[in-house]
């Protein structure tokens, strides 16, 4: 960590890492506190498979045509938003094949992505980076995007709190009340895809439903109202990637898969302790 320390004011790439995880974050822990409520995290597994397909056809379409403008994230805040509405539309009309839609937008998202890369000429390393993420990459126009995204996404998600918290707990009772539900659904599902898009940057696709979902389960164990598990969210993920990354910076190892390990290892041991704790009057009641 001091090597991260010493480095980050010399290294602009280091800064603009930090920043990303920053920027990330905010809508990591309030979207995160809606998918862990409602309990959607295989919906969110699914837009963020697709985002591959996206970002392989920007990509493609940047090398082989000269677009330098198609930037990859473009790509994938559409693939990204086009699975969250196909995968909303399904679970609310046809909700029997909901788990088959989901299946193939998963397969097909990610089956575009590998084709789309292996066609572009040039070295295929981004693969890998997609996958597994490749924080210390992030540009400057990488940055601005995900400042955009993160600023629609907080206002959207903050201001439609009492909206979205109604989907979340009480479906039913919302409806009662006049409140147009899917309408409501869809814009979750849009907020995580657009979520799902900032977080694939900093720990790649393969991981980033970890990142969505642990700070806000972690959260919950120590608040009991959803904007308490929203704050708690989003602080959490911000301590994860800050150090993530700056405890993978000196033995060089991926951030992305540490930043995940960190979050993993603290919510195995707040959930193990709660658990603990639950039992101990009954031991001592024996």
Known sequence: MTEFLAALPRYPFLQYALLAGLLASLACGVVGAYVVSRRISYLAGAMA???????????YLQVTQGWEWCQPLYG?????????????????????REDTIIGAIWALGMALGVLFIAATPGYGVDLMAYLFGNILLVSP????LMAGLDLLVALVGLGFYRQLLA??????FARLRGLNVDLYYLLLLALTALTVVLLSTVVGIIMVIALLTLPAAVAGHFATRLWQIMLGAVLLSAL???????LSYGPDLPAGAFIIL???AVYLLVTTGAWLWRRRPRAQGL
């Open 49 to 59: 498979h697709s985002v591959l397909g996206g970002l392989g056809a920007a990509r």
């Open 76 to 96: 994938a805040v559409v693939a990204a938003l086009i699975s969250a509405v196909v995968i909303g539309l399904v679970s609310l009309k046809a909700r029997q």
């Open 141 to 144: 126009t990488d940055l601005w």
């Open 167 to 172: 989907v979340c707990f009480d479906e039913e």
């Open 240 to 246: 994860f990637t800050s150090l993530g990354l700056g």
């Open 262 to 264: 960190l979050s993993g």
